[in-house]
């Protein structure tokens, strides 16, 4: 995979296909393979006409993993994604961020505008603006000497997850215990540029799909019925979603 160094930060990344560039920005303890490709994400945006792009975010897959939480606050994370484009001369790009994915796509359809062209906002609703309580007991889980040792069925959850991936467990315990991996409420109302929000019924990490889009300004909002936060993301429903609206934006 090709990679590229901005301020001393490695980022992994993969880009196939031609057309309008669209950004992949996957989840907490995932990467661009267990997020995207495997999912099966990549064929249906090349076949629809796209350039697609899917990195690892600074502490996941092959990009560089700090131990420090102040490197993973939402706007240091955001960075990598405007200094990709800078690499790949992409003047403005789709994003289409997945629950922590989505709060650095909409933190960067707030704050830069002028290089953001739509935002798909997928497994995050209004827990985008606000602390999920869960984070130091993920953090504690990570840090934890076994799986075994771990009582909380939340941090546990993302524990399997983080060990399934092969993941750095204590870059991710570093990142969780970030509380300001949230986009205040004020930078959500701002963004204007086209926002797509989805949202499974069963989710129960992301909030109101519903009441996010309804802080967003012209967000159009669809829920996936019978899909938990783990099963959206390869859900079919959530794929021709984000295509047709891709297809539909200015």
Partial sequence: ??????NGTTISYLDEGVGDPVVLVHGFASNKETNWVNP???????DAGYR??????RGHGASTKYYETERYHIPEMTKDVIALLDHLKIERADLVGYSMGARISAYA????????????????????????????????????????EVADPIGLSFRKFAEQTRSDLKALAALSYSH???VPREDAARIRVPVLVVVGTKDDIAGSGEELAELIPGAKFVSLPDRDHMR????????NAVIDFLKERP
């Fill in 1 to 6: 995979m090709p990679s590229f160094t901005h």
């Fill in 40 to 46: 099966g994400w990549i064929k249906p945006l090349k």
């Fill in 52 to 57: 697609v792009i899917a990195f690892d975010n």
């Fill in 109 to 148: 359809a707030a704050h830069y505008p002028s290089r953001v062209r739509s935002a798909s906002l997928g497994g995050m609703g209004i827990n985008l603006t606000q602390s999920v309580s869960s984070g130091n007991r993920v953090a504690k889980a990570l840090e934890a000497e076994s799986a075994e």
């Fill in 180 to 182: 300001q991996r949230t």
């Fill in 232 to 239: 959206t993301v390869g859900d079919a429903k959530f794929k």
